[in-house]
C-alpha cells in the first residue's frame, strides 16, 4: 500500500477488529473451516472501512467502474467509489420477482473495464459468478480485488476466465503471529 496506510496497518486492523474467528463455520463455498473471516466487522465502522476503500482505491488503475455482490461488496464499492470517483454496480444474488427483475443494478459502459471487489475469497465460485454475469451485462473484467484471500483455489478458479486476484491480504497473514 501506499502513502494511506501500509500492508502491515491493513493486517493489524483486521486483526484488532475481532474479524478472524475460530471455531466451526460453514463457508458460502460449502467447505467447514475452524477460522472465519467476517469482513462486516471491518466494513461497519468508518475508520476501517476508510483504511480498506484506500487499499483498493490505490488498485482501481484504468478500471472505469467498480462492482461486486451483494452483500459484502457492497460498502467496499460505494466507499472505494467516493474515494476514488469510479461509479459502481451492484450484482444481485437473484433477480427480484418485481421491479425491473434485474441482476445488475447500475451502469455499464459497453466494453466498460470493471474491476471487481470481493470481501473473502475461498474456492472463487461467487466472485466467477459475479465475473461472469458482468461480462454477460458488456463489462471487460480482468482483475478481482479482494479483501481476504484464503488461498483456496479462488486464484485458480479465475486464471482460466482470464481473471487475476488481487488480495490485499491472506487469511495466513490475518490469523498469523502480530507483526
Same mark, same amino acid.
Request: glycine share 12%; net charge neutral; proline share 4%.
Given at each position: 500500500?501506499?502513502?494511506?496506510?501500509?500492508?502491515?496497518?491493513?493486517?493489524?486492523?483486521?486483526?484488532?477488529?475481532?474479524?478472524?474467528?475460530?471455531?466451526?463455520?460453514?463457508?458460502?463455498?460449502?467447505?467447514?473451516?475452524?477460522?472465519?473471516?467476517?469482513?462486516?466487522?471491518?466494513?461497519?465502522?468508518?475508520?476501517?472501512?476508510?483504511?480498506?476503500?484506500?487499499?483498493?482505491?490505490e488498485r482501481v488503475g484504468?478500471?472505469?467502474?467498480? *462492482? /461486486?455482490?451483494?452483500?459484502?461488496? $457492497?460498502? =467496499? &464499492?460505494? %466507499?472505494?467509489?467516493?474515494?476514488?470517483? +469510479?461509479?459502481? !454496480? @451492484?450484482?444481485?444474488?437473484?433477480?427480484?420477482?418485481?421491479?425491473?427483475?434485474?441482476?445488475?443494478?447500475?451502469?455499464?459502459?459497453?466494453?466498460?473495464?470493471?474491476?471487481?471487489?470481493?470481501?473473502?475469497?475461498?474456492? *472463487? /465460485?461467487?466472485?466467477?459468478?459475479? $465475473?461472469? =454475469? &458482468?461480462? %454477460?451485462?458488456?463489462?471487460?473484467?480482468? +482483475?478481482?480485488? !479482494? @479483501?481476504?484471500?484464503?488461498?483456496?483455489?479462488?486464484?485458480?478458479?479465475?486464471?482460466?476466465?482470464?481473471?487475476?486476484?488481487?488480495?490485499?491480504?491472506?487469511?495466513?497473514?490475518?490469523?498469523?503471529?502480530p507483526t
Amino acid at each position: 500500500m501506499g502513502a494511506s496506510g501500509s500492508h502491515a496497518d491493513l493486517v493489524r486492523m483486521l486483526r484488532e477488529s475481532g474479524a478472524v474467528r475460530f471455531g466451526t463455520f460453514a463457508l458460502a463455498s460449502g467447505r467447514t473451516s475452524s477460522v472465519y473471516v467476517d469482513i462486516k466487522r471491518v466494513w461497519t465502522d468508518p475508520k476501517r472501512l476508510e483504511l480498506i476503500a484506500r487499499a483498493f482505491s490505490e488498485r482501481v488503475g484504468s478500471a472505469q467502474v467498480l *462492482g /461486486g455482490m451483494e452483500l459484502g461488496a $457492497v460498502p =467496499l &464499492l460505494a %466507499a472505494t467509489s467516493l474515494l476514488s470517483g +469510479r461509479p459502481f !454496480v @451492484v450484482v444481485r444474488k437473484a433477480a427480484k420477482a418485481h421491479g425491473t427483475a434485474q441482476r445488475i443494478e447500475g451502469e455499464i459502459p459497453p466494453g466498460a473495464e470493471v474491476l471487481v471487489l470481493e470481501d473473502v475469497t475461498t474456492s *472463487g /465460485g461467487s466472485v466467477a459468478e459475479t $465475473v461472469e =454475469l &458482468l461480462r %454477460a451485462g458488456g463489462a471487460r473484467v480482468e +482483475r478481482v480485488a !479482494v @479483501v481476504v484471500d484464503r488461498k483456496e483455489g479462488a486464484e485458480e478458479r479465475l486464471a482460466p476466465l482470464g481473471v487475476r486476484l488481487e488480495a490485499l491480504a491472506t487469511l495466513d497473514e490475518v490469523r498469523g503471529p502480530p507483526t
